[in-house]
């Protein structure tokens, strides 16, 4: 009985509820793809690599990388297009 218990209390504790993704969070399906846009930003001038790279619900990827010189570079690219913001 009490491997029961235990066994309902690890199911109870890895088992969380499933979040769908809305269509309003999600990137176009007709957008670019994010390989072609981290490909194009990998092309700067002193690219170095990226560190961070988000999605917001406003249409566009945040990207940020560094540079060899050690610069912080926030970039915004419209997911229709690639093209910055």
Known sequence: MKEIAVALLA????????FAQSDAAAPPANGKKLSELISKVE????????????????GYYEVIYYTSDK??????????????K
Not at 11 to 16: Q, V
């Open 71 to 84: 610069a912080k570079v926030e970039l915004h690219l419209d997911a229709m297009t690639g093209e910055p």
């Open 11 to 18: 199911a109870a504790l890895f088992a969380g509820p499933a």
């Open 43 to 58: 092309t700067r001038d002193k690219f170095l690599y990226i560190s961070q790279i988000d999605w917001s619900t406003s």
